[in-house]
């Protein structure tokens, strides 16, 4: 089992960042595609960028591309999420997950292990 713990969450203004870790435990997470996902209230939980397991593909949701950058540090068994230019409707709670699959996949239910997620809220 995976253990995913997500931090970096906080409010922040209109254009402003956070950077988002996501912390690993149980196994090692150089097994596993890893994704960031977001769900905000009302909403469905949507794919926003992943990472394949030597970190030299990514993959990025149209909404978030060229401001948002996914990272991984295998030895530290963690995932970042670089958020820029933050805007209203980046406003939802971030979670990190697995997935066991070859390749990117934007599907959540290919997706094994959650974390409890981070809170992201800006202010305009």
């Known amino acids: 089992q995976v253990q995913l713990v997500e931090s970096g969450g906080g409010l922040v203004q209109a254009g402003g960042s956070l950077r988002l870790s996501c912390a690993a435990s149980?196994?090692?997470?150089?097994?596993?595609?890893m994704g960031w996902f977001r769900q905000a209230p009302g909403k469905e939980r949507e794919f926003v960028a992943g990472?394949?397991?030597?970190?030299?593909?990514?993959s990025y949701a149209d909404s978030v591309k060229g401001r948002f950058t996914i990272s991984r540090d295998n030895a530290k068994n963690t995932v970042y999420l670089q958020v820029n230019s933050l805007q209203p409707e980046d406003v939802a709670v971030y979670y990190c997950?697995?997935?066991?699959?070859?390749?990117?996949?934007?599907?959540?239910?290919?997706?094994?292990?959650w974390g409890q997620g981070t809170q992201v809220t800006v202010s305009s």
């Open positions: 990472i394949s397991r030597s970190g030299g593909s990514t």
């Open positions: 997950a697995t997935s066991a699959n070859m390749g990117i996949e934007t599907n959540v239910n290919l997706y094994k292990h």
């Open positions: 149980g196994r090692r997470i150089s097994s596993y595609v």
